[in-house]
């Protein structure tokens, strides 16, 4: 039998512990930036993975320039970018890369009287109304792409991105790849030298611009043209069929991707081969540092991003994303393993 004392030292270290346990998951809280193409999953994610846990995540959207930038400095957990970084640039800053999710860039349209997916679109189209060739919806090279539609002669005004984006990496990567004049002038990046149009800040500002605009034309990741009642148009893709953005064409362009040969997952879905593909699938990246200076931290990221692998497909279904194949989250947790550790060498995962 225990004795009094005996019982209020227990009963002390009881309580303690408990109050302990009770302030470290009333601390535990991670932070995370980037990229807004993947930001309507990320949010619904941290709010059912704080129900079920009471671990916070608090993610800033701000572009995945500004994502690479602040995992870089150190002052967020992890980074998100829709635009990975090549193998090179990985150990050069000793960062750690992995896709999360996959989704569809998707061209959205504010004409009078167009509903979603009445215009149908080409490649070298979409192109040259991005570099200002065509200026017109009733153009001669839309007007026969769309013989059953009556366009207005309205001017068109383009919409952009302002800020470092992953969204403008795929959408300008899959320009550059069906135009020899884009990629010849205007080229792939984050951020490129737009020939016209007006830029918004993140999806947020791109949406709502193209829907104050009449006559516009923006890009924005499928779920913003959702939130937003944007028309998305239609586009041609490499098997010359014309497609809707859907999670299924989006998981059509995704089928063949072959993760398990690409250096640091570095790998780009845009322009992919099939006749059900949408031709501007995209991935979403995150990143970590290999070395944590703050371990328990960086298995709280780890342990956030495992239960939204595991748990977060349905989520990711209702918003038309496209959640990441079992064999490949497999791939991914086996580079946790291998990669992550604290800056004493211990493993994490």
């Given at each position: 039998?225990?004795?009094?004392?005996?019982?209020?030292?227990?009963?002390?270290?009881?309580?303690?512990?408990?109050?302990?346990?009770?302030?470290?998951?009333?601390?535990?809280?991670?932070?995370?930036?980037?990229?807004?193409?993947?930001?309507?999953?990320?949010?619904?994610?941290?709010?059912?993975?704080?129900?079920?846990?009471?671990?916070?995540?608090?993610?800033?959207?701000?572009?995945?320039?500004?994502?690479?930038?602040?995992?870089?400095?150190?002052?967020?957990?992890?980074?998100?970018?829709?635009?990975?970084?090549?193998?090179?640039?990985?150990?050069?800053?000793?960062?750690?890369?992995?896709?999360?999710?996959?989704?569809?860039?998707?061209?959205?349209v504010?004409?009078?009287?167009?509903?979603?997916?009445?215009?149908?679109?080409?490649?070298?189209?979409?192109?040259?109304?991005?570099?200002?060739?065509?200026?017109?919806?009733?153009?001669?090279?839309?007007?026969?792409?769309?013989?059953?539609?009556?366009?207005?002669?309205?001017?068109?005004?383009?919409?952009?991105?302002?800020?470092?984006?992953?969204?403008?990496?795929?959408?300008?990567?899959?320009?550059?790849?069906?135009?020899?004049?884009?990629?010849?002038?205007?080229?792939?990046?984050k951020?490129?030298?737009?020939?016209?149009?007006?830029?918004?800040?993140g999806?947020?500002?791109?949406?709502?611009?193209?829907?104050?605009?009449?006559?516009?034309?923006?890009?924005v990741?499928?779920?913003?043209?959702?939130?937003?009642?944007?028309?998305?148009?239609?586009?041609?893709?490499?098997?010359?069929?014309?497609?809707?953005?859907?999670?299924?064409?989006?998981a059509?362009?995704?089928?063949?991707?072959?993760?398990?040969?690409?250096p640091?997952?570095?790998?780009?879905?845009?322009?992919?081969?099939?006749?059900?593909?949408?031709?501007?699938t995209?991935?979403?990246?995150?990143?970590?540092?290999?070395?944590?200076?703050k371990?328990?931290?960086?298995?709280?990221?780890?342990?956030?991003?495992?239960?939204?692998?595991?748990?977060?497909?349905?989520?990711?279904?209702?918003?038309?994303?496209?959640?990441?194949?079992?064999?490949?989250?497999?791939?991914?947790?086996?580079?946790?393993?291998?990669?992550?550790?604290?800056?004493?060498?211990?493993?994490?995962?």
């Amino acid at each position: 039998m225990l004795t009094t004392f005996k019982k209020g030292i227990l009963g002390g270290a009881a309580l303690l512990m408990a109050a302990g346990v009770f302030a470290s998951a009333q601390a535990t809280e991670i932070s995370g930036a980037g990229a807004t193409f993947p930001y309507p999953v990320y949010a619904k994610w941290a709010e059912a993975y704080e129900a079920k846990t009471g671990v916070k995540m608090n993610y800033q959207s701000i572009g995945s320039g500004g994502g690479i930038k602040q995992i870089k400095a150190k002052t967020v957990d992890f980074g998100a970018s829709d635009a990975p970084l090549t193998k090179e640039e990985l150990d050069k800053a000793g960062l750690v890369q992995w896709p999360m999710i996959m989704g569809g860039v998707v061209p959205v349209v504010n004409i009078k009287g167009i509903k979603g997916g009445d215009v149908k679109l080409t490649g070298p189209v979409l192109a040259d109304i991005y570099l200002g060739k065509i200026t017109k919806w009733d153009d001669k090279q839309i007007t026969d792409l769309n013989p059953d539609l009556k366009l207005p002669s309205e001017a068109i005004s383009v919409v952009e991105r302002s800020d470092g984006s992953g969204t403008t990496f795929n959408f300008t990567n899959y320009l550059a790849a069906v135009s020899p004049e884009w990629k010849k002038n205007i080229g792939v990046n984050k951020s490129v030298q737009w020939p016209v149009g007006v830029g918004g800040k993140g999806n947020e500002g791109v949406a709502s611009y193209t829907k104050q605009i009449d006559g516009s034309i923006g890009y924005v990741e499928y779920a913003y043209a959702l939130q937003n009642n944007l028309a998305y148009t239609q586009m041609k893709n490499k098997d010359g069929e014309f497609v809707s953005p859907t999670a299924a064409s989006f998981a059509a362009a995704a089928a063949n991707a072959d993760w398990a040969h690409a250096p640091g997952y570095y790998l780009i879905l845009g322009n992919q081969p099939g006749a059900k593909s949408w031709p501007i699938t995209a991935a979403s990246f995150i990143l970590v540092h290999k070395s944590q200076e703050k371990p328990e931290t960086a298995k709280e990221v780890l342990n956030f991003f495992d239960w939204s692998f595991k748990n977060g497909g349905e989520i990711a279904d209702k918003l038309d994303y496209v959640a990441m194949p079992e064999n490949v989250v497999d791939m991914v947790e086996k580079t946790w393993s291998a990669d992550v550790k604290g800056s004493n060498g211990k493993k994490i995962w």
